[in-house]
């Protein structure tokens, strides 16, 4: 039985038949792999992927040194009106299957949609999407976000990102935010509040 808190995950969006953004999750998956169990030989992840050819989906991919289970899930996006800034000091620089300390944390605040996570007094992420800010002229992402998302990775090649420290003192000096992951692309919020 492998261990559970070894396993690996990428998510991996497919819209009618197209598998999206897959070659920042190759390189994640390499990385990973290489950082974590010095694996030298690659899992080509576009051999294994099936796309389902109508529909919107999640492929859940789960692995360490070799893949383990390949999911399609029909995916809905989640609304998201309140977002809270809570202080923590939790690890996830790999994307681990294992996700109870996140999940726990988002759950110990049950007045908020989703929880912004503040580490040594500065924003990362939330517990399912990088997140960004406008100053009315660029985007900034947090330098040091919990996990490297592989949409944070394309838009920051794409020098649409940048990075900067931010403090939950320096909101009120941007005018928009947006969540992104693998799944919800780039999303500008409306509609929304955080509470500090």
């Known amino acids: 039985m492998h261990n559970t808190s070894t396993l690996l995950l990428e998510t991996i969006r497919i819209e009618d038949g197209e598998v999206f953004n897959l070659s920042y999750h190759q390189a994640r998956c390499d990385e990973s792999r290489k950082s974590l169990f010095a694996s030298t030989n690659r899992l080509n992840l576009s051999s294994v992927i099936q796309a389902p050819h109508k529909g919107l989906y999640r492929c859940r991919i789960l692995y360490n ?3 383990h289970s390949i999911e399609y899930i029909p995916y809905i996006l989640k609304e998201m009106h309140i977002l809270k800034i809570i202080s923590s000091d939790l690890e996830y620089t790999h994307k681990y299957a294992n996700r109870d300390t996140l999940n726990k944390l988002l759950q110990s605040h049950t007045d908020a949609d989703e929880i912004i996570i503040e580490k040594n007094g500065y924003l990362t992420d939330t517990t399912i ?3 960004a800010f ?3 002229q ?3 992402t947090p330098e040091k976000p919990l996990l490297k998302g592989t949409m944070r990775a394309k838009l920051l090649d794409d020098k649409f990102l940048h990075t900067k420290k931010i403090r939950k003192e320096d909101i009120s000096n941007y005018t928009q935010v947006a969540l992104m992951n693998s799944m919800i692309g780039f999303k500008i919020l409306n ?3 955080i509470e500090k």
């Open 191 to 193: 509609n929304f509040t």
């Open 138 to 140: 660029q985007w900034f």
């Open 129 to 131: 999407a990088n997140i």
């Open 134 to 136: 406008y100053d009315g």
């Open 65 to 67: 040194e070799k893949i």
